[in-house]
């Protein structure tokens, strides 16, 4: 794997791959000893241009796990507003010897501009780009998914039939895009259900279901309801009245959570705001994957780390 | 000095007829008389050549005062001499802004000086392009520029009051108001065309209503004030529509549309790469096409440039950090070529219609004569024959924001005369220091 940007070109072989070799580092970080020699003496760069705390030290956690060499790279606020530009910082991290670059940006595309421009030759790993993908979120939802229903027999396994709803702002989410072309690939059925204000204007061509109501999605007895966050300063660009009428429209509440199956998986990416899109019995009721979703995470991406620096590079 | 003379044998004019041009003392002869007194002429051997009325480019982004990274008028007018043109309108957004009689003259006189075409400045409609209240526009037309077009091109006259105003106020000397249609609160932070292509690259979307619905108020605005309105870049197919309604209602408007809205499709914008990051953006292919028809039927009125120029690292960035715009001058040509003449829309009467008459009339400018006896020797001459991956090497001004490049493209201008000078000779621009020598000649004589 020579970058890896997002899931929507990844093919289920590919995914699997991913997702078994995952696998193999799950097990490791059940070990006493979380770490493998694997990656020693290579150089992950963990460039972030929005906070995220969470995103990072997931990263940087698989990185050391792999006995990889972590530099954290924070660069808030736009390469504009920062003064130096993409491609200056693109050629820094080359010139100190970067073998990959975990990018998060708040412009869409920035991953696939450095992975494309030829400021750098290091193996990009989209770690969220703008409204557009967040490849390795998908990665671990799939996992988590795949490891609460096939358990220890997950290994070669898609998600063929599994039916999942995905609730909130699709419009803005990138784990959403992501989520919609990875589960597909994998064989599982999606339905997004949003506000009509918070979907994307023509999703004609998305391999997925749309509906606005979440109370019927949830009569159709889906195995899997995730709740993306809303953020409240969305109310004040008109995409919803208040959060309120929000939180009853489209949270989960505890009623809602009630009339879900006992083994219906209750999923979120975090941060959650409790009160709003979910309630605190949801989040921390017995259906919810929530942390292990967190502990998923640490593995995909040392999968993924793995597949873009051991053994020969592609070349392009 | 005396002038040099040209003598062009066996052009082709638009109509398809075989002449020979004779270009003397800023004029053209053309037919059997062009040979009588051409002994000491400069011979072109133009057979396979079409003989264009010079090129009229109503929508130009020359930079200066202000932007001289980008683009100088001495650069555009470079690039601009390059594509066959020989009279360019300057856009407003300089800076200082084209807001007052001395900014109109400026652009004016570097314009005069460089030689290589004729600029025509357009002056904003509102102060610092603010949209908040009028800016001179009397003061700007009874300068020496004689501005007659005014446009805040690159921001929308949003206010409908304001832009009301303007339609009505310009009618005192014959003005136009030239609208960049983009309603703005529809368009906060957009990206590209927005649709299912934008949401999938999740960049957010420029939806064709907002170009559309500023559009339809403005030709509301133009028939009740009975005013002349002129459209900048019409992008969608819905804009054409509503021109095509206001037109056959009696409304006094003009629109135009660019090379790239005539051959470049939304597609582009998915690899991220910012050379195809324009304002209005690129649209879908049915678009493309309704803007072809638009203007092979006299929908649409006129091709413009946009030319935009930016400097390299304005585009070597992320898409959202990216100016738009693309430079247009030197492939305009044959741009048209291919989306319009080799698809059979348009001949080439057509083109000198939409690309040299009609945009001068539009622009009230002395320009876009026909290939004819007594016209002022603007000509371009222009070999369709030729096919070729568009380069760098063909890029005259500042900017190398192609979109074209490393693609075919058809057509290749070899000769540019403005005013009788040949500022293009056989596909080379002159030097520099001849044309600001030849122009200072050309003033002397008055």
Redesign the interface.
Known sequence: MRHLLST?DLDRETAIGILDVAEDMADVSSREVKKLPTLRGKTVVNLFFEDSTRTRISFEAAAKRLSADVINFSAKG???SKGE???DTAQTLAAIGADAVVVR??????P??LA??GWIDAGILNAG?????HPTQALLDAFTMRRRLHGSASRGKGLDGVHVVIVGDI?HS?VA?SDVWLLNTLGAHVTLIAPPTLL???????PCEIGYDLDAAIDADPDVVMMLRIQAERMNAAFFPNTREYSRRWGLDASRLDRLRSDTMVMHPGPMVRGLEISAAAADSARSLVRDQVASGVSVRMAALYLLLSGDREVD | MSRERFLIEGATLVDGQATDILVDDGFLTVGPDARDGAADATRIDAAGLIALPGLVDLHTHLREPGFEQSETVLTGTRAAAAGGYTTVFAMANTSPVADTAGVVEQELSLGRAAGYATVQPIGAVTVGLAGERLAELGAMAASRAKVRVFSDDGVCVADPLLMRRALEYVKAFDGVIAQHAQEPRLTAGA?MN???L????????W?AVAEESIIARDVLLAEHVGSRLHVCHVSTAGSVDIVRWAKARGIDVTAEVTPHHLLLTEDLVA??DARYKVNPPLRRADDVQALREGLADGTIDIVATDHAPHPI?AK??????AANGMVGLESALSVVQKAMVDTELLSWTDVARVMSAIPASIGRVDAGAPVASGSRADLTLYDPGVSEVFATDRLAGKGVNSPYLGIDLPGRVRWTFHGGTATLRDGALIEIDDAAARAREELARG
Not at chain 1, 200 to 206: A, I
Not at chain 2, 316 to 321: F, L, M, P, S
Request: proline content about 6%; overall charge negative.
């Open positions: 929507r736009s390469s504009v530009s993409l491609k940006h708040s412009a869409s595309g920035a696939h501009t494309s421009a780009d703008g409204t557009h993908e419009l990138r895009r994307p204007v023509d999703t004609g061509q998305w | 990206q927005e649709g299912a934008s949401g999938t690259l999740g960049l957010p979307g939806p690899g991220y690292e070597d960035c992320e898409w959202d950090a």
